[in-house]
């Protein structure tokens, strides 16, 4: 089997965050790596640390104590430029609130993170369309947030991580402001574009319909790794920067 | 750079909109501000003009003319220090361009004498059929102004009173010549002047020319004061008049006149710098407050438009970009109600008390200036920005999850 190059490395990572004169531990000395081209969740109770994890990742919280390796390279005293230049054009977002431009159309919301990477306005345009369209909403294109519903608008935010073509989608509790419907297929969406576009997904989620979709779940409590559990059933098509996997497993805790 | 440009100001267009009545709130502050400053600019100056005016053509004219070093020092014998060959310079003065009239004057002290009333006065002796022409601001109270009559003469409303002589009465006017000898005229009142300025209402008078030149046996003036088409010609006259060598100097009336008129001016300008810092306090106050709301509701959008590689200057530009619009509407608002507002409630003026060592009240137009439309619409936008800035950038500093920290 081909070794698979982790995209990220975690390494005694430990978080707190500052609430007075006192420090919260929110991570406590953890070490992982997840793998690329698979959708992993980060699951817990409220308080466990998985959305610390998450924006640690992300580059939104910064590495207080050990190191994230990313694609082997270290995150940790990357300057501020160098961040911004990762979350451009690595990393796509999405949040639980969307987070839309109101006063945008969706078509709009989706192009606006476009223009720092040297795209014309008509090639903007396109991806943005294209994006619109691998969601399901080319027809919702000139909508705005506040004409749609709320599975229609995360379908908007996910456009909008995508038409950056990242490397990693990050997902913090995707579909904690859906219904127990919409959400599915949310996630059903998000996995299928997972597979066919390549894309890693790592999602921080408490809903278990969410991670029934994962290939690997992390478990977290109280800022500690409890366990991991892999999927490795794998039907990710081969892109650019993922190796085939062709195996297939039951689920397994590592 | 011109289509990020663009770009931004489209989304802080659309974004001005997302909260009409708070973008109306500060678009009305700015407005405020704005045509205040507009309108009390146009105040200052309606009554700064007035000032001028009616000093120029009152008493002083545009400015006066005397020997070299005439008015640095007081002389035993000021009489030695006049001009006394005149007519070359008035003649000379009439051909430069910008003059439209020249006063030769005497000024001097004399006793008036009507009844058994006996009363000091300064007097001056002056052209009075050319000055009549020019010195339009000077009230009359009662009479006529002195214009061609041999042997009138014009009192001041506080030497009238004190003389208790009226327009018809007969003064007698007793001054010592250049030679020390005594000489007197019997003239006839012909008017009441009342320029507001106590200290010379209470002891002026004005005679014609010649019979001053006569009572002091003298053929010299004490100065020549002009009347010129516009302010700017001040200049250029005096330096073609009195350049060096000439033996000349020229004072323009604002230093004649510094303690009421300049120091009028200096101490309303200074005001005005004052009030306009104090109105650019209360604007930017005003907008930082209802921004602040804003920003704050907008944290989690900051947080994501940070997520997303926009850097803190994006951001924070973004949020200038829709200030500087609010600011630009406000302004122009203002300066839009304030034209209307002078051009029509304000249209016939406003009568103001007498100032400080005046004695009499004045109708003040409100005089806009398009240059301080400008500067006020600029004034206005920066309050606009400064006020947005002040209230974004302690969202913008915030880092990423602190900003999301709200999601």
């Known amino acids: 089997m081909d070794k698979v190059e982790p995209l ?10 500052p609430l007075g004169t006192v420090e919260v531990p929110a991570l406590h000395a953890l070490d992982l790596t997840l793998s690329p081209g698979q959708m992993t969740c980060f699951a817990g109770p409220s308080g466990s640390g998985k959305s610390t994890l998450l924006r640690i990742l992300g580059l939104i919280e910064p590495i207080q104590t050990g190191d994230v390796l990313y694609r082997g390279t270290s995150l940790k005293g990357l300057s501020e430029k160098q961040k911004n230049q990762i979350r451009r054009t690595e990393l796509g977002f999405i949040f639980q609130h969307f987070v839309l431009f109101d006063t945008l159309t969706a078509v709009e919301n989706v192009e606006y993170f476009l223009k720092h990477r040297g795209f014309s306005a008509k090639e903007k345009r396109e991806r943005a369309l294209n994006a619109l369209n691998a969601v399901g909403l080319g ?10 519903s709320g599975g229609q608008r995360q379908r908007v935010a996910i456009a909008r991580a995508l038409a950056k073509d990242p490397r990693v989608i990050i997902a913090d509790e ?4 859906l219904d127990q419907a919409t959400g599915q297929q949310i996630m059903s969406l998000l996995s299928e574009l997972g597979k066919t576009q390549g894309v890693t997904v790592v999602l921080a989620s408490h809903d278990p319909m969410a991670m029934s979709f994962a290939q690997q779940i992390v478990r977290l409590k109280d800022g500690h790794l409890q366990a991991v559990e892999s999927r490795s059933k794998l039907t990710v098509a081969p892109a650019a920067h993922v190796a085939p996997r062709t195996e297939e497993a039951p689920w397994c805790a590592i | 750079m011109v289509r990020d440009l663009a770009a931004l100001f489209h989304l802080a267009a659309r974004n001005v909109f997302r909260n ?3 973008s109306l709130l500060v678009v009305l502050t700015v407005a405020a501000g704005a045509g205040s400053l507009f309108l009390f600019d146009g105040f200052n100056t309606g009554i700064l003009n007035q000032y001028r005016e009616g000093t120029i053509h009152s008493r002083f004219g545009h400015g006066e003319l005397n020997t070299a070093g005439y008015r640095e020092q007081v002389f035993e014998k000021p009489w030695e220090h006049w001009i006394q060959d005149p007519t070359p310079i008035m003649d000379k003065l009439k051909t430069l361009p910008g003059v439209q009239h020249v006063f030769p004057r005497i000024g001097f002290f004399a006793l008036l004498t009507k009844g058994g009333i006996s009363l000091s006065g300064r007097g001056q002796g002056i052209d009075g059929a050319e000055e009549a022409k020019f010195f339009t601001k000077l009230r009359i109270s009662d009479g006529v ?3 061609d009559q041999p042997d009138g ?6 030497l009238a009173h004190s003389l208790g002589a009226k327009p018809g009465d007969t003064v007698t006017v007793l001054a010592n010549t250049i030679y020390g000898s005594i000489n007197g005229a019997d003239l006839t009142v012909v008017g009441i002047f009342l320029t507001g300025t106590k200290e010379f209402d209470d002891s002026g008078f004005r005679i014609p020319l010649s019979v001053a030149q006569t009572l002091l046996d003298t053929k010299s003036i004490e100065s020549i004061a002009l009347g010129l088409n516009t302010l700017e010609d001040w200049d250029p006259v005096s330096k073609a008049i009195a350049g060096p060598g000439s033996g000349l100097e020229a004072t323009p009336f604002a230093v004649l006149d510094k303690v009421f008129y300049q120091n009028a001016v200096d101490w309303l300008s200074s005001q005005f710098q004052i009030i306009k810092y104090i109105i650019f306090f209360i604007v930017i106050l005003g907008i930082f407050s209802t921004v602040s709301t804003s920003v704050l509701e907008r944290k989690e959008e900051v947080g994501n438009l940070r997520a997303n590689g926009e850097s803190r200057l994006n951001v924070l ?3 200038l970009a829709e200030g500087a619009l609010l600011g630009f509407a406000g302004a122009f608002l203002g300066l839009a109600l304030v034209l209307i507002f002078n051009n029509t409630v304000l249209a016939n003026g406003f009568v103001m008390p007498p100032s400080p060592g005046l004695t009499r009240s004045f109708r003040v137009f409100v005089e806009l200036q398009p240059s301080s439309a400008l500067e006020t619409f600029f004034l206005g936008s920066a309050c606009a920005l400064v006020g947005t800035a002040i209230a974004a950038v302690k969202v913008v500093r915030l880092s990423i999850g602190e900003a999301l920290r709200a999601i």
């Open chain 1, 139 to 148: 027809a919702q294109a000139r909508q705005r947030p506040r004409q749609m």
């Open chain 1, 8 to 17: 990220f490395q975690c390494k005694n990572l430990a978080f707190h965050y």
């Open chain 2, 20 to 22: 009409p009545r708070r």
């Open chain 2, 317 to 319: 530009s973004l949020f």
């Open chain 2, 145 to 147: 102004t002195l214009s």
């Open chain 1, 174 to 177: 995707p579909t904690a402001s």
């Open chain 2, 153 to 158: 003469i014009l009192l001041g409303q506080g």
